[in-house]
């Protein structure tokens, strides 16, 4: 199970910070990831991280700005959302899968969701 929170209302230029945790013993078997899905849009990837958080992606509209990493005993990963812009706003989730067999890029990769958390930029 993935809970996602952290999200909230923010000006642009701001930051956030947002958490996934995750339940159960075996979290670093799972390759992670971050979505977002803005008003009207499609679910976009964002970043997504391996197993041991050696390698990271991190998609070309967010790149320089957020930063993933997890923190395996913990059973959390995180997302740092620096410079925010309007074009930010979206409900944010995060994803888990022990495979990623279509790319870990691309959402079908993932079987397990969180419930997803509100990131509102104002300009």
């Known amino acids: 199970q993935l809970q996602a929170s952290g999200g909230g209302l923010v000006q642009a230029g701001g930051s956030l910070r947002l958490s996934c945790a995750a339940s159960?013993?075996?979290?670093?078997?799972?390759?992670m990831a971050w979505f977002r899905r803005a008003p009207g849009k499609e679910r976009e990837f964002v970043a997504a991280?391996?197993?041991?958080?050696?390698?990271?992606t991190i998609d070309n509209t967010v790149k320089g700005r957020f930063t993933i990493s997890r923190d395996n005993a913990e059973n959390t990963m995180y997302l740092q959302m620096n410079s925010l812009k309007p074009e930010d706003t979206a409900v944010y989730y995060c994803?888990?899968?022990?495979?990623?067999?279509?790319?870990?890029?691309?959402?079908?990769?993932?079987?397990?969701w969180g419930q997803g958390t509100l990131v509102t930029v104002s300009s």
């Open positions: 994803a888990a899968d022990r495979d990623v067999k279509y790319g870990s890029n691309w959402w079908s990769s993932y079987v397990y």
């Open positions: 991280i391996g197993k041991s958080g050696g390698s990271t």
């Open positions: 159960g013993r075996t979290f670093g078997s799972y390759y």
